[in-house]
């Protein structure tokens, strides 16, 4: 089994036993552990730009710094916070997980929706990188659960250590991805059985409630 985790910011859940008990994960960008969201990375997948940034930072062979925390921050300080990247960059441990790129791109992304009949399509040019890992997975034909992805369309879509400006042009106006479309999307993947993600319908409350 393969858990994917995304990087919403549970305050009131702790997922930790929960998502340590999945034989795989696999996590994005600029991640943090310990953080209601589990205590391992098998594999860390980057967005294009952010992979190429980060090998510039970092010597991935002997896991030293390169380059220093300046350069990184130059590229991101529009996105993340400047303590939570600081964090990222002291945590990063390529040596201990599997490391990769992804971008899938709106007629690879509808030409295997429409293989399995799915009624959406893909409606921006490009996916996010969360988004490009689903469709990459169920290309392969593998089974695998989702957990801390936003799968409401109205929600805003938060994230770790993301800045709140950056966060209202993700949830709003971003004209490179589609929200409505990948929330859609999953939703349908979950009701047909290519994948699950009950573990995303967990609302951040302290009582365990489910979104119905």
Request: proline share 1%; with cysteine.
């Amino acid at each position: 089994m393969k858990l994917l985790i995304g990087n919403y910011p549970y305050k009131h859940v702790n997922f930790d036993n929960v998502l340590n008990s999945f034989e795989e994960n696999c996590r994005f960008n600029c991640v943090l552990l310990n953080e209601n969201n589990g205590k391992k990375c098998d594999e860390l997948i980057l967005c294009c730009h952010l992979y190429e940034n980060v090998k510039k930072t970092f010597d991935w062979k002997n896991n030293s710094r390169t380059a220093q925390f300046d350069y990184l921050y130059s590229k991101y300080k529009h996105c993340y916070t400047k303590e939570y990247l600081y964090k990222f960059y002291q945590n990063f441990q390529p040596s201990q997980y599997k490391i990769g790129h992804i971008k899938k791109e709106k007629n690879e992304i509808n030409k295997f929706l429409q293989a399995i009949k799915c009624p959406y399509s893909y409606k921006a040019r490009i996916a996010r990188t969360g988004f490009s890992k689903i469709i990459d997975e169920l290309q392969k034909k593998n089974r695998i659960y989702l957990s801390h992805f936003t799968i409401d369309n109205k929600a805003m879509r938060y994230s770790n250590g993301v800045l709140k400006e950056q966060i209202v042009i993700e949830s709003t106006g971003c004209h490179l991805y589609s929200k409505e479309s990948e929330t859609q999307i999953i939703m349908w993947l979950h009701e047909n059985n290519y994948l699950d993600a009950t573990l995303c319908m967990i609302l951040d409350q302290k009582k365990l409630t489910f979104k119905t």
